[in-house]
């Protein structure tokens, strides 16, 4: 490895602790905004660590008029311990993103109310009565404004950092900016396009029943290749500035309001990953529903908004998106002059056509990878853990393993949305041979 290429220590590590309840208390108290918007004396202050993520601590604080969250940035994988360390820098990326996402997606992200960077530490506002979106999906509740809130914030964080939109020096300056975050791109590197198709000591999946499956997964070739090529065109597209982790744990909201959190892996990467990521949870929610059922055919409306949601995420964020690349082609990509006239405008109208139609080929290879990843690899989410009877989280799982792997191998079969929300329809009615 150059020197060049060498991992710096973290330069931060010396001021660093972690902030316990009294420490966490006495610190807000010397933050004058932070002191302010809680109200009150700081000893009346109550803090509780609600934090359920894989990754850091997260502290709801609340005084006499009002609320903040605190987050931060533990030294080592929270979901694994200490043998496992990660950088505290993440902290500043993920302060760069949220600062970065408010300016050009205003209202769909928390407000930044002081960082320390030192201690890996951000302050937000808290978000109340919001709650985690994977949370209401498990509970079969709907959410209006969700396609709206997440496609504007999908299509303008995208496009607005994209070299569509943005000048190629101030483009490379952004990729610049985050290229540090190295460490959590490598997690998602191993645990999304790596270890679920190997051995690989964390990797877990519901037993005995997804035993063969797996096994199945490890052996097939066709499924080695597709994944390599979404792994490389993780490592080695910086399309747009991506979130990097946009599950639905990442997405907080209320039937009528959305904020995405989280953005700790951010970087320039493909902007499929993020799409994909969106979709691919909600087409989870929708296949574990069926798990979650009290009696027969009881979330039937709730999934038919699920798939409906699906379509519409990628409708939607694709006509905003191409509306932004007819208003705001403010980038060094396609000049202008080349396209001139009635007839280059025709062209460059069938271009964007074809552009949306690679992204969404690019949507449904990591929408599949998330589903796998979720049901072979190290973190599983909700949706499908919450279901008790472990064969019938089994059933459910193997249907969405088996729909994400078509989706990945058999790419031709699915070149709309229609076509996927379809399969995910047909899929819902597969009996595993184990199940029947
Ligand atoms: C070890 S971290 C596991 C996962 O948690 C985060 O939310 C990311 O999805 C990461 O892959
Ligand atoms: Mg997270």
Same mark, same amino acid.
């Given at each position: ?152 914030? +999908? ?35 191993? &645990? ?208 969405? +393993?088996? &729909? ?33």
């Amino acid at each position: 490895m150059s020197s060049q290429h060498r991992p710096l220590a973290d330069p931060r590590q010396d001021e660093y602790r972690i902030l316990h309840e009294a420490d966490l208390r006495d610190y807000l108290a010397g933050v004058p905004a932070v002191a302010a918007r809680l109200g009150g004396a700081p000893a009346a202050w109550s803090i509780s660590e609600v934090g359920d993520g894989n990754l850091n601590l997260v502290f709801i604080v609340k005084g006499t008029s009002g609320g903040v969250a605190v987050k931060q940035a533990l030294p080592y994988v929270r979901l694994v311990g200490e043998s496992w360390p990660l950088p505290l820098s993440r902290s500043h990326y993920e302060y760069l993103a949220l600062t970065h996402q408010a300016r050009l997606a205003p209202g769909l992200v928390p407000a930044v109310l002081h960082h320390n960077e030192p201690l890996a530490l951000v302050v937000m506002e808290l978000l109340e009565p919001h709650i985690i979106m994977r949370k209401g999906l498990v509970a079969g509740t709907r959410y209006p404004r969700f396609v709206d809130d997440i496609t504007t914030f +999908l299509a303008r964080t995208l496009y607005l950092s994209s070299d569509l939109a943005v000048p190629a020096a101030e483009k490379k300056d952004g990729i610049a900016a985050f290229a540090g975050n190295h460490a959590l791109c490598k997690i998602t590197e191993d &645990l999304i396009f790596t270890d679920p198709y190997r051995v690989a000591e964390q990797n877990r999946w519901t037993q005995p029943w997804l035993d063969a499956t797996a096994a199945a997964f490890r052996e097939d070739l066709d499924l080695h290749v597709a994944i390599s090529q979404l792994k490389l065109k993780f490592l080695n597209a910086p399309e747009a500035l991506i979130h990097g982790d946009l599950h639905t744990g990442s997405i907080m909201v209320t039937e009528s309001a959305t904020i995405v959190i989280d953005p700790e892996f951010a970087f320039y990467g493909p902007m499929g990953f993020d799409i994909g990521a969106v979709i691919g949870n909600l087409l989870m929610a929708y296949l574990a529903s069926v798990g979650h059922e009290r009696a027969p055919g009881d979330r039937r409306d709730f999934e038919a908004w699920v798939l409906e949601t699906v379509e519409n995420v990628w409708t939607e964020f694709a006509r905003k998106f191409l509306e932004l690349w007819r208003t705001q082609a403010g980038g060094d990509a396609y000049p202008k002059t080349l396209f001139a006239g009635d007839a280059g405008a025709v062209r460059l109208d069938a271009e964007r056509q074809a552009y949306m139609e690679r992204l969404f080929s690019d949507t449904m290879g990591f929408a599949a990878a998330k589903i796998i990843r979720r049901i072979l690899g190290l973190a599983h989410n909700i949706d499908f853990e919450l279901i008790e009877d472990p064969k019938r989280r089994a059933i459910c799982e193997a249907r969405s +393993l088996r &729909l994400a792997r078509a989706m990945m191998v058999d790419a031709a079969s699915f070149r709309t949305i229609g076509a996927v929300t379809a399969a995910a329809q047909e899929v819902r009615e597969w009996q595993p041979d184990f199940a029947k």
